[in-house]
């Protein structure tokens, strides 16, 4: 049996076209032997290349065109097969659109197209024919083919529920033709014959063949002809349906009709790439907290004293971080005259600061006492000791101390306080170690101690100081939040967005760099207050190192403020050589070796009316492109992310361009595309809506990230040079309003669960999800009014799924029960029959197995068998599930006992076979060896 690769066809009838050509010829006055791929080259080489349009039409659906170029007056063996419908395929090198083929023939005098038609050779009527000369001017060559019939035949397969790989021949006048169809079909349709795929079915057009035979080996290891499922059957001609009946592995048989849900793990991984470690990221931003002191652990906020405290959304988001406080006049918020004082006169001034713009001045016209505090939840639990710096000059008879006071409310007792020496008329800085005698009995939400940080002026004279700061004195290399280095290591975060989402749309990144006493205060333009720069690109990129963490660097999108250059240099500051301007910088800043960070994103939801720098479609991406070229020119092999529409908002709008004009314009510079999402779901609870109804709703939304999967890859499909394009989140999370104690808040276990079918979905769809970064708040310790949360449980989920990184993911095929959520929900939408159980599998690096399952019953109880053939000799698998005693509850630091109730056990294997109950609301890991 002569045996031919055929690679992305329309038709089944196709195969016969070909292979009655000869295999490689093409149809017309003469036959050809050569490879069609070996003589595409048939112009001189130094001739200049030209392009020439083949279009066709009068034939709705046109699937293949086997065709002879002839030049010069012979026949030039060169076929191209073409697909124009709803898949546009081909064989021949080209650009191609939707109903045109674009090739590139050298710059020919002229050629002669000649060309068949989808057809039946065997029988004449069926052939239809058309040819063309192109005289070496028209960039048009259009062939006008007749209508013909169309016969198709569907064909599908059962008997097991996990089909991977199909090795099929067809077999015409009692000899087999060689054609191989190989299949996927289960979560990933993947096939290397074309046709359209359903979950269980292949629909091929095979024209008016008078009838074929099937003969199909599935799933097979071929090395071991013991694991080779055959099926047969034959076509007769006019039966629309051909079946083939598979046998179910034994592992499959047993307690068949004992268990409430099946699955059945294939061995093949489901696509060739690996799963990305950037999956597990999380994306932090100076957002009351987050970054100060929740990595760089200083507790003093606005230490430059900056005069003017910047409010965003009329105040709403400002007075989250100090609810109670009414601003003293001519102290700078959020600081306060000290409790008591006498004959003290305060005013911020512009004149003379250590730090422009601005200083904070304490004066005593007589003798008294003054000084300014600022209430701090500190982590006195873990340390009763606090460095204090401060910089100040002072005139006159005066004695300066900095000191930590009782908790507001209780007494001014003095806790700690220590004398400052050495004080002149010129700016110095001056420090203290301040030691508390023992935590503080009053705390703030159950986790910080509360106590006032104070500097107390008493004599007769002024004070002017500047840039105060304080740092617990455990910190790691003089800065850090050791708490937040345990978490990010217990939690398995692989990389971090940094210097944030919307606040990134405003960040120059030169503000942040060199001694940090130099460096400007200024407005948070996003989130209200101020930012101090004192965590700037060296300061992260030393935490990265510190923590083993993949570091990403979002640069802001504003063009009126943020240009190309300035991208580019921060580049350069950080990738660059140091004979290279910035790098040399960089050096001068104590880093002489470039940090090499690969990761990048140009900037943040940039569609958004609430974001700086907010523009249209096509100005984004006309500057996009002049970043990308800019950047890539400086450092060419880094990965960089530009904005894409929003998961949420494109669900709602699939037809919004945003996105296409993206790709259309800079696709072919970029990486990836930058996706994020955030499932709320409704703000107060739908009339009429049981709790029950959302929280299915809620446990069943990852079927519309799954959505968005597809319409991304149609899009991204439509654009040549983004066919590779990765898929970013790098904000994403489920973070619902926890409308009443019996639906999910975002620190609900609940929540956790809801997380989990999200990175089961993404995991599906590794092959094109590139990195995403949960926004994780609790990840990071940060003792601020705003919030200040444990870890939450979502955050035990996303350890779990970062074992799997650089893993390989494995088809699950499902057969569960379904519910369906038929109201429509903010956010989520419709779905039917959404799996109860939800499952990936997964082969890490070392060689094991991962399967992990989600029970998404709100009550009820599975019991699930797994089959597991051929995935493993072991023995036994260690079986680890999570669940809560209350899936409901929102944990805070004042909660009993840890907000995940986990328990692991060793479980034989019966004949490649594991039967499992599975709780409700419960995501359960098992592991086999």
């Known amino acids: ?141 259009q062939l006008f083919f007749g209508e013909v019939p169309v016969e198709s035949v569907h064909l599908s397969w059962g008997g ?13 006048a009692g000899s087999w033709i060689g054609c191989t169809l190989s299949a996927t079909v289960g979560y990933n349709y993947e096939y290397t014959y074309d046709g359209y795929c359903t979950r269980d079915k292949q629909t091929y057009q095979i024209g008016s ?35 083939l009946s598979f046998e179910i592995p034994s592992c499959c048989q047993d307690a068949a009709g004992d268990t409430d849900a099946r699955l059945v793990v294939d061995s093949v991984p489901a696509f060739s790439q690996s799963i990305a470690a950037e999956l597990f990221g999380s994306f932090q931003e100076e957002h009351w907290g987050d970054l100060i002191s929740g990595i760089y652990e200083q507790y003093l906020i606005n230490p430059s004293f900056v ?36 004959n003290a006169i305060y005013l911020v001034p512009s004149t003379n600061p250590m730090n422009p713009p601005y200083s904070q001045r304490i004066k005593l016209e007589a003798e008294g006492r003054g000084g300014v505090t600022q209430t701090l939840a500190l982590p006195d639990r873990r340390t009763t000791s606090y460095r204090a710096k401060i910089w100040l000059r002072a005139t006159g008879d005066v004695k300066v101390s900095l000191a930590l006071l009782d908790s507001p ?117 996003a989130w209200g207050g101020t930012f101090d720069n004192q965590m700037g690109t060296d300061e992260f990129l030393r935490f990265c190192e510190l923590t083993g963490i993949t570091p990403l660097i979002s640069a802001g999108f504003d063009a009126a403020e943020i240009s190309a250059q300035e991208i580019a240099d921060w580049v350069e500051y950080v990738n660059g050589s140091t004979a290279t301007p910035m790098g040399a910088l960089r050096a001068a800043n104590g880093h002489p070796e470039p940090y090499d960070v690969e990761f990048w994103s140009v900037g943040n939801e940039t569609y958004g009316s609430y974001q700086i720098g907010c523009t249209d ?71 009429g809506m049981s709790a029950g109804t959302l929280n299915r709703a809620f446990l069943g939304s990852a079927r519309t990230l799954q959505h968005f999967y597809e319409l991304f890859r149609a899009t991204r499909a439509d654009f040549a040079d983004s066919k590779d394009l990765g898929l970013v989140h790098y904000e994403w999370a489920t973070l619902p309003y926890g409308l009443s104690d019996q639906t999910p808040s975002r620190q609900s276990w609940l929540n956790g669960v809801i997380t989990a079918t999200h990175y089961n979905v993404m995991l599906r769809n590794a092959d094109l999800v ?124 004042n909660s009993v006992g840890s907000p995940v109730r986990t328990s692991t056990r060793s479980m034989a294997l019966d004949n490649c076979s594991l039967t499992l109950d599975l709780p409700p609301i419960s995501v359960t890991q098992v592991l086999i060896p």
């Not at 003017?308 to 918020?333: C, E, H, M, S």
């Not at 304080?470 to 800065?479: N, T």
């Open 209 to 243: 063949i008078s009838g074929f035979r099937l003969n199909c080996a599935l799933d097979a290891d071929f090395s071991n002809p013991a694991n080779v499922i055959r099926a047969q059957v034959d076509y007769n001609g006019s039966d629309r349906e051909v079946f």
């Open 409 to 525: 409310g209780r007494s001014d007792a003095i806790l700690a306080q220590v004398v400052l020496e050495g004080l002149s008329s010129q700016w110095a800085q001056k420090e203290a170690v301040l030691t508390l005698p023992a935590p503080q009995v009053e705390t703030y939400r159950y986790r910080f101690g509360i106590a006032r940080f104070a500097v107390i002026v008493e004599g007769q004279g002024e004070v002017h100081i500047d840039q105060a700061t304080l740092f617990p004195a455990d910190v790691i290399d003089g800065m850090f939040n050791p708490e937040t280095i345990e978490l990010l290591s217990q939690f398995k975060q692989t990389m971090i967005r940094w210097p944030g989402g919307n606040f990134t749309s405003g960040y120059h990144w030169r503000d942040g760099i060199g001694p940090i006493e130099q460096r400007p205060s200024q407005p948070n333009l």
């Open 770 to 893: 590139r990195g995403a970064a949960l926004h994780n708040f609790s990840v990071y310790l940060n003792p601020v009014r705003a919030h200040s949360e444990p870890p939450n449980p979502r955050t035990y989920v996303s350890a779990m799924f970062s074992d799997f990184a650089r893993g390989s993911v494995l088809p699950v095929q499902i057969n569960s029960p379904t519910n369906d959520i038929t109201d429509e929900i903010r956010g989520i939408g419709t779905h039917a029959e959404v799996n109860e159980i939800d499952a990936v599998a997964v082969r890490t690096r070392d060689g094991s197995t991962h399967l992990v399952m989600v029970n998404r019953s709100l009550t009820r109880s599975f019991s699930v068998q797994s089959c597991l053939e051929g995935l493993s000799s072991a023995a036994t698998a260690t079986v680890t599930t999570m669940d809560s005693a209350d899936p409901y509850h929102s944990y805070d630091w």
């Open 617 to 687: 479609a096509l100005s984004y991406a006309n500057g996009l492109r002049e970043r990308l070229e800019a950047m890539k020119k400086i450092s060419p092999s880094i990965s960089v992310a530009g904005v894409g529409f929003g998961v949420n908002n494109w669900y709602g709008d699939p037809e919004n361009d945003w996105t296409r004009v993206v790709l259309d314009i800079a696709g072919d510079l970029l990486d990836s595309i930058d996706t994020h999402y955030y499932f709320y779901g409704p703000r107060t609870m739908p009339d």
């Open 307 to 342: 005069r003017t405290w910047y409010v965003k959304d009329g105040d709403q988001k400002t007075r989250l971080l100090f609810p109670d406080q009414i601003p003293t006049p001519n102290v700078a918020f959020p600081w306060e005259r000290l409790p008591n004082d006498i």
């Open 160 to 172: 097991y529920s996990a089909h991977r790989r199909c090795s099929m021949d067809i077999q015409m």
């Open 1 to 141: 049996m002569k045996s031919y690769r055929i690679v992305h066809l329309r038709s089944l009838c196709l195969v016969v076209v070909v292979l009655l050509l000869g295999g490689g010829g093409c149809s017309g006055p003469e036959s050809h032997e050569q490879s069609p791929l070996a003589d595409a080259a048939f112009t001189a080489e130094d001739e200049a290349p030209a392009q020439v349009h083949l279009s066709w039409s009068g034939y709705s659906d046109h699937r293949r065109c086997s065709m002879d170029i002839q030049t010069g007056g012979n026949w030039v063996s060169c076929t191209v097969s073409a697909s124009v419908g709803y898949h546009t395929e081909y064989t021949y090198d080209g650009y191609c659109t939707r109903n045109k083929q674009t090739y590139e023939i050298g710059s020919i005098s002229g050629f002669k197209l000649h060309c068949a038609l989808d057809a039946d050779f065997s029988d004449p009527k069926n052939v239809i024919h058309t040819e063309t000369s192109y005289n070496g001017s028209d960039k048009e060559v």
